[in-house]
């Protein structure tokens, strides 16, 4: 395995989905059959708000005016930062059982890279 590849499958992290649902990867494939996920659209936002649970970071998103939640891997994240993430699975009326809420919908996404301070 070069460098290269070894860093990248070092580094690349994927969230376990809650149990019973498939991960984003192969959720994507039955909503998008023979779409590939790196075709998937870039999706860029503001961080607005970051809560911990578990192996998973809640992230809400400001995307041109308009706020979501997404959910990722457990990941540092400051508000303010600025997140690019590809499409996910979204769970409507999503229930956190760690949280004890419930979240209008939340799209599970396979990773989220950020730069400080939205620059």
Not at 4 to 15: K, P, Q, R, W
Not at 30 to 48: H, I, N
Not at 80 to 96: C, K, L, P, R
């Amino acid at each position: 395995m070069s460098a290269g590849l070894f860093l990248a499958a070092a580094f690349s992290v994927e969230a376990a989905p809650p149990p019973g649902h498939p991960s984003p990867n192969a959720a994507m494939q039955l909503m998008r059959p023979g779409v590939e996920q790196s075709a998937a659209l870039k999706r860029t936002g503001v961080a607005l708000d970051a809560i911990d649970a578990n192996e998973y970071t809640y992230i809400e998103v400001d995307e041109a005016g308009r706020s979501y939640w997404i959910a990722t891997a457990r990941m540092k994240i400051v508000r303010g930062d600025m997140v690019q993430f590809e499409d996910g699975v979204t769970m409507a009326q999503f229930y956190s059982k760690l949280l004890k809420r419930t979240f209008d919908s939340v799209m599970f996404v396979g990773s989220v890279s950020t730069t400080p301070g939205g620059k």
